[in-house]
């Protein structure tokens, strides 16, 4: 999802509860704050030597231990005030990729995507997922693009210094 489909989609659902599932139907913690708001660029070289540029937005989610017992979640209008709030100070790239980073005592720090939503009557449910890591360049290591799981190490000519991968 991009950073301007997550305020659009904040704005057709006014009034509501904004909740995270970020693994398996477990929730969010209605405790939640929105601590901070990246703008992040991504300036990178890939293991097949491919320049790669892309920016993208991270919303840090915490749990205030202040508050464990609160049982109303954030609304969306608070949620789409602070994200303008921020806009104003720091404008946000709208085609930016977004992702939410999260952490609680059972679940490891992370940057999870967005992986669909639904709408109900009073709450908006953000369905959050891990992005697993990936070779870019599959072509030029040698890395069968259809059986991942399986597929062999590159060889060692792929990765000697003059080769274009690793």
């Not at 790669?52 to 464990?68: A, G, H, Y």
């Not at 980073?101 to 995507?113: D, G, I, K, V």
């Not at 669909?116 to 360049?137: H, M, N, P």
């Amino acid at each position: 999802m991009k950073t301007q489909e997550f305020l659009e989609l904040l704005k057709e659902h006014p009034n509501k509860s904004l909740l995270f599932d970020y693994k398996d139907g477990n929730l969010v913690g209605a405790n939640y704050h929105i601590t901070e708001i990246k703008n992040t660029i991504i300036d990178a070289v890939d293991c097949g030597s491919r320049a790669d540029f892309w920016r993208e937005t991270v919303i840090q989610l915490w749990e205030s231990p202040k508050e464990k017992d609160k049982t109303d979640f954030m609304g969306t209008y608070k949620a789409l005030g602070i994200l303008n709030k921020v806009n104003k100070i720091k404008p946000m790239a709208p085609d930016a990729e977004l992702k939410f980073e999260y952490s609680n005592a059972e679940f490891h720090t992370a940057q999870l995507f967005v992986n669909g939503f639904t709408s109900q009557e009073d709450q908006l449910l953000i369905r959050l997922a891990v992005e697993k890591t990936d070779c870019k360049a599959k072509d030029e290591c040698g890395v069968s693009a259809t059986n991942k799981e399986t597929a062999s190490a590159p060889s060692e000519a792929c990765c000697s210094t003059e080769a274009a991968c690793c």
